[in-house]
């Protein structure tokens, strides 16, 4: 049998500690598997004393990553520590322009400096690999990078975040709080270190920017990506949904459209007997359209110890069954250096349904004045309902109104129109609606 394939791990916390019980507790098949051994010979950590139920004996300890990444005897560096900048950063470049294989779960960094980390491992024959990056344990960086190639892809979106699905399902189906499913989600280990990344949507947007890049061989361009998190989702509005036929998920959507490719990341109602709408907990869906293969469904865990830990293990596997020397597989699907530059489609050209619910004063005439501001914008209803609510003031009402394909521009012109009105109690929810084709 070849020799073992070196691992240094620089990040012992929820994954890296799953990662290594697995890679010990299965030594002997990930040989046989592999062809050759996979050994852990360095590690990592904030703490080095904490017991984290796995035995470190035979991995040389470094103070810092960054020390890990330059100095210690390995194959492949794990970057399990996170971050944009700083250590995960730094340790990654440095790993890298030694010619050392790197397997990370980075989506902030990958977000931030991917096309330029690529450029580096492709400069110096290395594989970087980020399966773990986006939807867990999910496999859509393989499908995308390797499985759908020739195809032509004109949409791809998804639940990318777990600890926000796990907030969502939890609020429907328990009637709980926003602050107690989140702190739930902390808890078992699915939420960022600095869970506003999560609920903001900007986790998602870092997953998106590089399922973008993978999906269009456009450079990443998390910048410029609408963003809309679950924060201003309310318990109404996930009932008023769901009277409506539709659930609310916070979904990641990255489209070719004639003016450019539109990204966006916001809470969205889809379709109650779409597969993604039974997507629950901290479950994840990644849905592909092509023009060869059609819609490519993948539904599987999203966060979490485990999951992740499955993810990365894949990666390091790939690198410990690839060949020295062989020709690689681009790291963004497309070579870094032939990857397009990013095209904007504008948000106002966004075209499909809408969701509006207002609180309005039970007055005479405000339901009238309100579908004459969507006719006002070319806006064609699919249905408008009025309902009392018993939580509201004797003298408001909730209006629901659920329009056909429009456009946001027509959106934000009637939504205005509205807010001048002194019938308008507080502000108009609007929440875009998202059909899947075949599923
Ligand atoms: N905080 C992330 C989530 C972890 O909830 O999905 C996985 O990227």
């Known amino acids: ?110 977000a931030a400096s991917g096309v330029e980390l690529a ?8 594989l970087l690999n980020f399966e773990a990056a986006v939807a867990g344990g999910i496999p859509v960086i393989k499908a995308l990078r390797e499985s759908l190639t020739g195809n032509t892809i004109s949409r791809v979106y998804g639940i990318m975040n777990g600890t926000c699905n796990y907030i969502l399902t939890k609020m429907e189906k328990e009637g709980l709080s926003f602050a107690e499913c989140l702190k739930e989600a902390q808890r078992l280990g699915y939420a960022e270190a600095d869970p506003a990344f999560d609920i903001e949507g900007n986790d998602t947007a870092h997953k998106l920017a590089i399922l973008t890049t993978l999906a269009f061989g456009t450079k990443i361009a998390a910048d410029e990506i609408y963003l809309e998190g679950i924060t201003n989702i ?68 999203g966060a979490g110890g485990n999951a992740t830990a499955s993810a990365v293990l894949g990666d390091i596997a790939d690198i410990a069954k690839s060949q020295p020397g062989a020709q690689r ?12 530059d990013y095209r904007r489609a504008q948000m106002r050209s966004h075209e499909g349904g809408y969701f509006i619910r207002l609180t309005v004063a039970d007055r005479a005439g405000v339901f009238a004045s309100v579908a004459t501001r969507m006719a006002e914008n070319a806006i064609s209803l699919e249905s408008i309902v009025q309902r009392a609510k018993p939580s509201e003031a004797d003298s408001d009402k909730t209006i629901i109104l659920v329009t056909h394909a429009t456009t946001e521009a027509a959106i934000r012109k009637a939504v205005d129109a509205i807010k001048q009105e002194t019938y308008l109690v507080g502000e108009p929810q609007v929440i875009r609606i998202e059909r899947p084709k075949a599923f």
């Open 1 to 110: 049998m070849t020799d073992a394939l070196k691992v240094g791990i620089a990040g012992l916390g929820t994954v890296g500690a799953s990662l290594v019980k697995i890679i010990q507790s299965r030594a002997s098949e990930l040989a046989t598997t592999c062809g050759r051994p996979i050994e852990i010979t360095a590690v990592t950590a904030r703490n080095r004393s904490r017991d984290r139920g796995f035995d470190m004996s035979g991995m040389a300890w470094f103070d810092t990553p960054e020390k890990l990444a330059a100095e210690a005897d390995i194959d492949v560096f794990v970057e399990l520590v996170g971050g944009a900048n700083g250590a995960a950063a730094d340790s990654v470049r440095t790993a890298l322009q030694r010619g050392l294989h790197v397997v990370t779960a980075n989506k902030a960094l990958l």
């Open 119 to 126: 450029k580096i491992a492709e400069e110096k024959g290395a």
């Open 234 to 301: 309310s318990i109404d509005d996930i009932h008023a949904a769901s009277d409506l036929g539709y659930r609310i998920k916070l979904l990641g959507v990255a489209q070719r459209t004639e003016s450019g490719i539109e990204q966006r990341v916001h809470p969205t109602m889809v379709p109650h007997d779409s597969v993604i709408a039974q997507v629950d907990g901290v479950t994840n869906a990644v849905a592909i359209e092509s023009d060869i293969l059609g819609e490519l469904l993948m539904v599987g865990p």
């Open 329 to 340: 597989v681009p790291v963004l699907g497309t070579p870094a250096a032939a990857l397009a």
